[in-house]
């Protein structure tokens, strides 16, 4: 073997981490994190636009609230796409990728009144608690990826306090 090859070789093993995951379980939980990635992409645009465009008596509290809202979906975006990176992992990044990958659906040129954008979003968040219990199993139990599951715990707790006060803004 020649000095050349085996520089190829010892340049194109280290391109993959070496983490005790084999590939096909490290590219099903690089598929976990890029659907989620898609559905925080999608509920962040989502929350942004209602930050905008809301309306009404309780205009000042519901924008400041969707205001800290985006905030921190956005703090999530960004450990969730540096999270499949660090498994070697290409982390999708359009939105045309993101649509076909959300669990989410979109309302284009619907501007809804302050309760149903409420509701929307709790309903959206909901929706991401529930993909989030199962992949925190899956990457733990199935892939054996407890570090992906530990990012996952904390991005459930994270949607889980959003729903909440979401929630606690429908209640009458």
């Not at 005790?20 to 509920?43: C, F, G, K, M, Y």
């Not at 302050?114 to 992949?135: G, K, P, S, V």
């Amino acid at each position: 073997m020649t000095t050349e090859t085996r520089v190829h070789n010892i340049l194109r093993d280290i391109r993959q981490p070496d983490i005790q995951i084999p590939d096909s379980q490290r590219e099903a939980v690089i598929n976990v994190l890029n659907t989620l990635l898609a559905d925080e992409h999608v509920l962040l645009l989502k929350t942004h636009n209602y930050h905008w465009n809301i309306l009404g008596p309780n205009f000042a509290e519901l924008h400041e609230l969707f205001g800290e809202q985006y905030e921190t979906l956005d703090g999530l975006v960004d450990e969730i796409a540096e999270r499949a990176r660090m498994l070697g992992g290409k982390a999708v990044g359009t939105m045309r990728e993101y649509l076909e990958r959300t669990h989410l659906s979109e309302e284009p040129g619907v501007y809804p009144d302050a309760e149903q954008m409420l509701a929307n979003l709790l309903t959206d968040h909901e929706t991401i608690i529930r993909y989030l219990r199962q992949a925190i199993d899956d990457c733990a139990e199935k892939y054996g990826d407890v570090g992906t599951s530990d990012l996952l715990t904390g991005v459930l707790r994270a949607h889980e306090k959003m729903a909440w006060f979401l929630r606690a803004h429908l209640q009458k």
